[in-house]
């Protein structure tokens, strides 16, 4: 069986910063509740002419630098986002464009947080039959830009980043077991709306504004706390490992309280985790391979490591991945 395995990986944020004395100056709330409520203290907020191929490409270009490997090496770009800057072309197709990948193949896919690790599974399975030696995914979001302001439940949360890892055909272990899932029972509980006209779901956003996010808070983090321990137990569990053979878990990081909650859950401590939330809040699909970077750069990561990615997101969807790296 060929093995497929993450052989580079990058991170952008944008520069702007929106911290919790700005979110208090826009809407009713206090930096003492949304660190208490949710651990984030900053977000990352794109200019007014960056669109999320921007940072895709951005993302896109630090990985392939990081893998060692040119644009015309890649056979595949996917790329997740729920702010895509089209409907069509693909933000995928954008970025095949914009790096120069005259060999590959490219189209988007939509499992909202949970694309990262949906990815590596979509990879691993292109590998694994031997159609494609080396992908690329790339996961961006210009969340600011579908934010309702004057929404304090959920404003407060998202951050906009981009984050992109190159999979490629290897002889050492890389993406070992896998789990993802739907639950379309949950689907109303995020929502960002296209053409169904829908008056109850505009009704329910503060701003009564079509084109922002709205989401059942308390039911959403319900749901990922069972979800991402679960998913994250299992492909320990599958792998024939224990928590103990676990060097890092990098989770989705939409609040601190999920990951908190989910992480006692798998029996495991803070120490074991990589969090970027403080500063870049939820990015959605890119929070894990943002976070995943900084942690290689700052050496948390090392060879051989065994590190389990979770996440889970609008749909309802989950994901988890144990990667050897
Ligand atoms: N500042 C002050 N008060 C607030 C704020 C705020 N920013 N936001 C909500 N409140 C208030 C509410 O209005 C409510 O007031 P009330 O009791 O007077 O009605 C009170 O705080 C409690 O509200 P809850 O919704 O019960 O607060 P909760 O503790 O659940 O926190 C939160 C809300 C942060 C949204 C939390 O539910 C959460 O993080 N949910 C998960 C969100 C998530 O992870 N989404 C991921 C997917 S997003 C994607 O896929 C793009």
């Known amino acids: 069986m060929i093995n497929a395995k993450i052989t580079g990986i990058g991170g952008y944020v944008p520069e702007k910063i929106y911290d919790n004395a700005y979110m208090e100056s826009i809407v009713d709330t206090s930096d003492e509740w949304i660190v208490r409520r949710t651990g984030v203290k900053e977000r990352r907020i794109s200019a ?16 392939l630098e990081n893998a060692g490997l040119g644009a015309e090496d890649i056979d595949l770009i996917i790329l997740a986002t729920v702010t895509p800057d ?32 949906t990815g590596l599974i979509i990879a691993k399975q292109f590998i694994q039959t031997g159609m494609y030696k080396n992908i690329l995914i790339v996961c961006a979001d210009t969340l600011s830009k579908a934010t309702d302001y004057t929404d304090r439940a959920t404003c407060v949360l998202f951050g906009d980043a981009a984050g992109a890892a190159v999979v490629s055909a290897s002889e050492e272990e890389g993406i070992m077991t896998t789990d993802m899932g739907a639950d379309g029972t949950g689907a109303l509980s995020i929502t960002s709306l296209a053409y169904r006209n829908d008056d109850e779901e505009i009704e329910k956003r503060v701003a009564h504004r079509k084109d922002t996010i709205w989401m059942a808070g308390q039911a959403v983090m319900k749901f990922a706390v069972k ?3 679960d998913a994250s137990n299992k492909v320990v569990r599958e792998a ?13 990081q939409a609040n601190y309280r999920i990951v908190d909650s989910a992480i006692k859950r798998m029996g495991i401590t803070e120490d074991k985790v990589y969090l970027t939330l403080e500063k870049y809040g939820n990015t959605s699909a890119s929070c894990i391979p943002v976070a995943l970077s900084e942690a290689v750069e700052k050496g948390r990561i090392k060879k051989g490591d065994n590190i389990v990615l979770v996440g889970f997101g609008g749909g309802l969807t989950w994901g988890a991945a144990l990667i050897r790296w």
């Open 48 to 63: 007014d002419d960056e669109y999320t191929t921007d940072m895709a490409t951005k993302a896109a270009k630090k990985a």
């Open 227 to 229: 979800a991402m321990a």
């Open 240 to 252: 024939g490992l224990t928590w103990d053979d676990i060097s890092l878990v990098v989770p989705h």
């Open 86 to 117: 089209y409907f069509t072309p693909s933000c995928a197709c954008v970025v095949q464009r914009n790096i120069g990948a005259v060999n590959a193949a490219a189209f988007d896919y939509n499992a909202a947080c949970s694309g990262f690790v």
